[in-house]
Each structure stands twice: as structure tokens, then as C-alpha cells.
């Protein structure tokens, strides 16, 4: 979900042009799901991501299976308390999981967390076109919850590039 | 949400490999919105699709985009109230929206509709498969109302049969 949020925040709202591509397995219950987004000021020819410019990974098994298709200078993002990284580790680490426990106390806006650090760090899409897509796909009654773990990404991203 | 449901019945609920492909453009809003499902019992290379066993269509800019892309020999469904064919349309013409304005009278339940009549003819996935899948992912309240389409869509899937 949060992949489409990102897809339509940048068509819908930033007026690109974006695909987004989800592959379930065996695995699919429970286990690493994927998301692939492609944005581009022009048209895509191919949804397919050979490597990517940035990989998040938020758990242990994404980052088994993701985090070395990460392209050569391309920005790698894992989950500090829940990914246990590799010697040659270079990207950053963000407690993404645990903002969101402190920002919401809901687990499931961890992923809404990760897009406000993908994007304060990123800026692949406005701040404002990610906040109407969140808003926009966000269950009712969990609207504010969402705004509020989005902000809490935002931050962490001033963090992250504060202290570099 | 169609296609995901039809890719997460096929990956959580039957089993098999799928991708599922959204791509966003301009007319993301509102306009001819287009999503991609690959079913596989082995592992999936390519998520692009390039000349589709079955194109489901129901608006007329969908048709006028997508219906060529069918393969020689595949199925072609559209939405027999809103899409005008061209004369050497070769397809299955369906009430999508019809059935679903009759059944629900809420006109979002038409892609419910049209996931009913796609399995329905083609067994793509299991029947029990895609009911658990859309029941899964129907909005809090709608469940029953999103099983009663799915059935509408079965239902009209076996009178085409029976037909021809």
C-alpha cells in the first residue's frame, strides 16, 4: 500500500507520470511482499526496476532478499531495530518501527512513517503530493493518525540529514 | 484494487506467483486507470505484460487503449452499456455496471462484479480463492455487499456459458 501511495502521489498529485508494481509468493502471507515504484517526468516504457536508486527494507527478510539490488551510489534505508545489517553495510538505519509505536502506538502506520523518511530524504515527490495521497488512501477516522506518522517520517529525515 | 485482490487471491489464497503492475499517468485522476496481473505456478521474470491472455475493459477510454492488446485467441470483456465496440470487436459484452447497480446499487461494486465474471469464465483462480481475497480486502461493513456482487458476477459468468 504504501508503494501505490507513492505512485499516486506522484501522478495524481505531482503530475508525473508513475507505475507500481506489487510481487506476492508462496511468501505472500506474512513473509517479504515487494513493492516496485518507477517515476519519471516522461513516459515508462518498462514498469520492471532492475536496480533500484532507492531500496527500503523493513524487516530482516526484505532486507536478505532486496537490499543488494540497491544500484552502485544509490540510497539504502532499512529498519535499525528490526533489520540486522551486514559488514558492508552502507546506508541508513531509522527505528521506523519504533517512531511509529512512539508517534501513533500503531504498528501499521510504520509504513507511513517510512514514506515521510523516504521523502524528506528523497524528495522524489512533494511533501504535499505524499500528504494528499496518505490522506486520500488512509481508512476513515485514521486520517490524522497517518498525518501525524507521515510528519514524524519528516522529522526523522531533517535528523538523519542534520546530523550528516 | 481489482487487480490486487485478483493477484492476492491467486498468491495468498491459491498459492501461485503472481505481479500485479499499476501505471499512473496524467489522466491518474479519474481517466483510464490500467492494472497488469501475471499468474504463475513457477516464478515470475517479467512482471510486464505484453499481449495479455484476458483484458477486461469498462470504460470506453479503456477499450479504445487497452482492447488491441489482447492476444490472438484471448478473451476480451467490456461493459456492454459503456463501451461502444468497434466492428470487428470480438469479445464477450457484459452489464458490469448494470449488475452491479441492480445487485448493490453502489456503482464501486462493479469491479467486484467484473472480478466475478472474469473467474467465473476463465478459473483463473479458485472461486473460494477470490472470495476470501475480496471479503479480505472490502472496506469495514461492505463485506456482504462485495460477496453479493461477486456472486452477480459468477452468476452472469455462468449464463454466458450456458449461452454459448
Do not use: C, W
Not at 35 to 60: A, K, N, R, W, Y
Amino acid at each position: 500500500m504504501a508503494g501505490i501511495i507513492l505512485a499516486e502521489a506522484a501522478a495524481i498529485y505531482d503530475g508525473k507520470q508513475a507505475t507500481q508494481t506489487q510481487s506476492y509468493g508462496p511468501e505472500a502471507r506474512g513473509g517479504a511482499s515487494r513493492s516496485e515504484v518507477v517515476i519519471s517526468d516522461g513516459e515508462i516504457d518498462h514498469p520492471e526496476v532492475l536496480s533500484p536508486d532507492v531500496v527500503v527494507t523493513l524487516s530482516q527478510e526484505a532486507y536478505q532478499k532486496f537490499a543488494k539490488s540497491v544500484k552502485a551510489g544509490g540510497l539504502l534505508i532499512v529498519d535499525e531495530d528490526r533489520v540486522q545489517t551486514s559488514g558492508d553495510f552502507n546506508g541508513i538505519k531509522i527505528p521506523v518501527a519504533r517512531i511509529a509505536h512512539e508517534t501513533t502506538g500503531r504498528a501499521i502506520t510504520a509504513n507511513t512513517v517510512a514514506l515521510g523518511v523516504l521523502v524528506g530524504l528523497t524528495n522524489l515527490v512533494s511533501r504535499e503530493a505524499i500528504e494528499k495521497a496518505v490522506t486520500a488512501r488512509a481508512p476513515k477516522g485514521t486520517e490524522e493518525m497517518n498525518r501525524k506518522a507521515l510528519q514524524a517520517g519528516f522529522a526523522e529525515a531533517e535528523h538523519v540529514k542534520a546530523a550528516v
